[in-house]
T-cell receptor, first 117, second 110 residues
Framework: GAVVSQHPSRVICKSGTSVKIECRSL??????MFWYRQFPKQSLMLMAT?????????EQGVEKDKFLINHASLTLSTLTVTSAHPEDSSFYIC?????????????FGPGTRLTVL | GQNIDQPTEMTATEGAIVQINCTYQ??????LFWYQQHAGEAPTFLSY????GLEEKGRFSSFLSRSKGYSYLLLKELQMKDSASYLC???????????FGGGTRVLVKP
């Protein structure tokens, strides 16, 4: 149980285009989903916290107009990278959590590698 | 603020033991997680400590001292497949989220 999927696993796009990444909890309903970004040989940096039916909470320094998050249901959250540029190339990982507290375990998706040319 | 420090890299021999330390400074501490992450893959859960002491789970053990802001992950009987990054993550009550340390890359050699 507790499987989280992401789609696509890899995407290559041209500079200036938008890319949508889906995160799904397959066998459970997630109270909260998180979006992280990870650059090579670095750790996970939290971008935003997403709760179903409400606006996402963005971390300091993350542009909410550039990284659009929609959390339409308890099993699906999407991250859209708008007007992507080469510096947005990174590994994007989502996680899903049952429960509202930081001590509740987060289950991670397999990640999406975005390359912007 | 929240500072989480762990060594960048460690090398050990197959069959040996390695201890990865993690120190943190935080307010509103809500437990500490250890995750394993192989290159290009998502992190997988290893352990969670919220009370002081040692939690043992097979070849992996994790220790926490809240007063010292200190945790370690102990990997015993190292296997080649244990070569990965190990991430220390602190749960924070405010915002109910995790903050990750920089990760420790462990290389297991034959």
């Amino acid at each position: 149980g507790a499987v989280v999927s992401q789609h696509p696993s890899r995407v290559i796009c041209k500079s200036g285009t938008s890319v949508k990444i889906e995160c799904r909890s397959l066998d459970f309903q997630a109270t909260t989903m998180f979006w992280y970004r990870q650059f090579p040989k670095q750790s996970l940096m939290l971008m935003a916290t997403s709760n179903e039916g409400s606006k996402a909470t963005y971390e300091q320094g993350v542009e909410k107009d550039k990284f659009l998050i929609n959390h339409a249901s308890l099993t699906l959250s999407t991250l859209t990278v708008t007007s992507a540029h080469p510096e947005d190339s990174s590994f994007y990982i989502c996680s899903a959590r049952v429960g509202d507290w930081s001590y509740n375990e987060q289950f991670f998706g397999p990640g999406t590698r975005l390359t912007v040319l | 603020g929240q500072n989480i420090d762990q060594p960048t890299e460690m090398t050990a021999t197959e069959g040996a033991i390695v201890q990865i330390n993690c120190t943190y400074q935080t307010s509103g501490f809500n437990g500490l997680f250890w995750y394993q992450q192989h290159a290009g893959e998502a992190p997988t859960f290893l352990s969670y400590n919220v009370l002081d002491g040692l939690e043992e789970k097979g070849r992996f053990s994790s220790f926490l001292s809240r007063s010292k802001g200190y945790s370690y992950l102990l990997l015993k009987e190292l296997q080649m497949k244990d070569s990965a990054s190990y991430l220390c993550a602190v749960g924070k009550a405010a915002g109910n989220k995790l903050t990750f340390g920089g990760g420790t890359r462990v290389l297991v050699k034959p």
